[in-house]
């Protein structure tokens, strides 16, 4: 996809102002790094507040009486069982148990509003028109805005008071300085924070009224991506794809226990079962011994030197200050410590499992 081919956010101009590094991205052209640099980016946004342009993603809204039930039969989050404002994290599923996607859902008065990963969203869309009956909307004439950060409430507070009143996983809409926008106190850093949902014409005027705070800052592709390593939080189409299912993703907390239960949904028979007996294999935290860090494609072995697993994702850890990853190894050497070895330029270097987050999350609940 060559440079003039490729789509612009409504942020666009502001991120080339602000002197971003642009890098293709899900079909964008989008801010990788400014000149701040990840680093920087990462511990600001740990310790003040991170202004991201997550506007390539999908907004789409259902609306019909049955929205819930409806997107029930994609997904195995309990949907249904939402009260207006509230949110949950769940992921469409195939026939075989695995995932096409992973997206938010929010119920609100009419229905829902959905938010799906940018290089998939076509797919979901087409998906959820050829097998739903609620009305699919698609929201192209809105960006969307995260804010994310220990400073995120005081930034976001002082042009919408009603965004404090919002706990972690629920959202409403409000007025953001004079701009219709829906709120929801959620994200993808680990930290507490915001997605702003706003027409696209007022989205860079909001965006500068932000970055004027004294604790905001943009931030790019390569800080979120550290930061969501940090928190633990999958990558579709690196940490989760078609092949794996949500019980060997860890990911087992985000079906609820109706449907466990009632069952109903693509790949249930799989994924059921695999709640009840075991997978065999588990998405891990992997911490390296040394300095080197572990990349996505690194295999992972025992220390007989038995391959186990391979690396999803794998990076430095700015606030770990140290190298971090996460993969899949077979259920049996997946407990938190145990250890095992990352082959790294040919070399098979020592490391072990740990829980995740690797660093604790800063949620507002």
């Not at 819930?68 to 009260?83: F, I, K, W, Y």
């Not at 087409?126 to 995260?146: G, Q």
């Not at 850890?317 to 971090?324: D, I, K, N, R, Y």
């Amino acid at each position: 996809m060559t440079e003039q081919t490729l789509l612009k956010t409504p942020l666009h101009g502001l991120h080339v102002e602000l002197g971003a590094k642009m890098v293709p991205f899900a079909g964008y052209d989008m801010p990788v790094q400014y000149p701040a640099g990840v680093k920087a980016e990462h511990l600001h946004t740990r310790t003040k507040a991170g202004l991201f342009d997550v506007s390539h993603m999908g907004q789409v809204k259902l609306t019909g009486a049955d929205a819930a039930r409806d997107l029930e039969r994609l997904v195995p989050g309990d949907l249904d069982g939402l009260s207006v404002g509230q949110m949950r994290y769940s992921m469409f599923t195939n026939d075989k148990g695995g995932i096409l996607d992973d997206l938010m859902v929010c119920r609100i008065e009419d229905g829902l509003m959905v938010v799906v990963n940018a290089a998939c969203k076509d797919a979901d869309i087409a998906h959820m028109r050829a097998n739903l009956s609620s009305e699919i909307t698609v929201l192209e004439d809105r960006a969307l805005i995260a804010l994310q950060g220990p400073g995120a409430e005081v930034a976001l507070s002082a042009l919408a008071p009603a965004a404090a009143t919002l706990s972690f996983m629920t959202g409403a809409e409000m007025n953001v300085d004079g701009a219709a926008c829906f709120v929801t106190r959620s994200g993808y850093t680990g930290e507490d924070g915001y997605e702003i949902s706003v027409p696209a014409d007022q989205a860079d005027a909001l965006a500068r009224k932000l970055l004027a705070q004294n604790d905001v800052e943009a931030i790019g592709l390569g800080a979120r991506d550290s930061l969501r390593l940090e928190a633990g939080l999958c990558l579709y189409g690196h940490d989760i794809d078609e092949t794996t299912t949500p019980i060997e993703a860890a990911l087992a907390w985000s079906i609820g226990k109706r449907r466990r239960e009632e069952g109903g949904f693509p790949g249930a028979d799989i994924i059921l079962d695999q709640i009840k007996n075991g997978a065999p294999r588990k998405r891990v935290g992997i911490l390296p011994d040394g300095r080197a860090p572990a990349r996505e494609g690194t295999e992972i072995q025992a220390p007989d030197g038995t391959s186990i697993g391979i690396i999803t994702s794998g990076g430095f850890g700015p606030c770990l200050e140290a190298p971090l990853a996460m993969g899949y190894v077979t259920t049996e050497h997946a407990a938190a410590g145990s250890a095992v070895n990352v082959v790294v330029r040919g070399k098979a270097l020592p490391a072990k499992t740990a829980k995740m987050p690797f660093v604790p999350n800063g949620y507002k609940r």
